[in-house]
């Protein structure tokens, strides 16, 4: 999908202060969850067949696809198994798929998915510069052909940004949200954007994952 818009980058300084918070911080995470991760990538192996890891073409800054990391959830035949399940999307709006009671997700995945850590694999994205630690999170090109066709401009504004692992989207609702107030919050996000407002954003994000409120 190619997308063509002008980018007007603001506070220069602030910009690479973040990529340092976010390299430094991806990097801690990454040595300390480490035993952690482990731990996870065993019990998927148990749980069910396929691979460990999930990988899926995304989104990033100014539309330039990327391959996101994430712990397998589902079966390893979903995405085809998607198709046949879109009439039973429950999201407000039907751009994003989302079910409380998904079939294709595993025993584990519910869990992983509940406390959000299967999206820890993304601090290897944010090593590799695709990701950022907090920013609009980045969708599955199912959702962005959607988006674009019914939010054209609003969502090439988001695409701007550097996606990110959590956002004010995963402070406030998560799959509760509509799609719509999603890209409102990212709009805020984009308008007000400030590493003060990261550093809030991580903080209630641990908050949210230790209530699990919002996830499914």
Same mark, same amino acid.
């Given at each position: ?20 918070? %976010?390299?430094?911080?991806? $990097?801690?995470?990454?040595? #300390? #969850? ?25 989104? $990033? ?56 850590? %299967?999206?820890?694999?993304? #601090? ?34 988001? #695409? ?25 919050? %990212? ?24 209530? $699990?409120?919002?996830?499914?």
């Amino acid at each position: 999908m190619q997308l063509s818009f002008v980018s007007h980058p603001r506070y220069t300084l602030q910009l690479v202060s973040k990529r340092i918070i %976010d390299i430094l911080g991806a $990097g801690v995470g990454i040595l #300390l #969850l480490s035993p952690l991760m482990l731990a996870i990538a065993l019990v998927i192996s148990l749980d069910s067949k396929g691979s460990i890891f999930f990988r899926q073409e995304r989104l $990033g800054r100014g539309g330039k696809p990327f391959l996101i990391w994430k712990f397998r959830t589902m079966v390893v035949n979903a995405e085809q198994l998607l198709q046949e399940l879109e009439h039973l999307n429950e999201s407000d709006g039907g751009v994003l798929f989302k079910m409380k009671e998904d079939p294709r997700i595993t025993r584990v995945g519910k869990f992983l998915r509940r406390t959000s850590l %299967d999206e820890l694999p993304q #601090l290897f994205n944010v090593v590799q510069g695709h990701m950022s630690l907090v920013g609009p999170r980045p969708l599955q090109l199912r959702d962005c052909t959607l988006a674009i066709k019914n939010h054209r401009n609003t969502f090439i504004k988001r #695409l701007e940004l550097m996606p990110g692992v959590t956002g004010l989207w995963q402070i406030s609702g998560r799959s509760e949200v509509s799609f719509e107030y999603m890209l409102h919050l %990212d709009m805020i996000y984009r308008d007000r954007w400030s590493l003060w407002l990261d550093l809030y954003i991580i903080w209630q994000t641990v908050m949210v994952v230790i209530t $699990g409120k919002g996830a499914y």
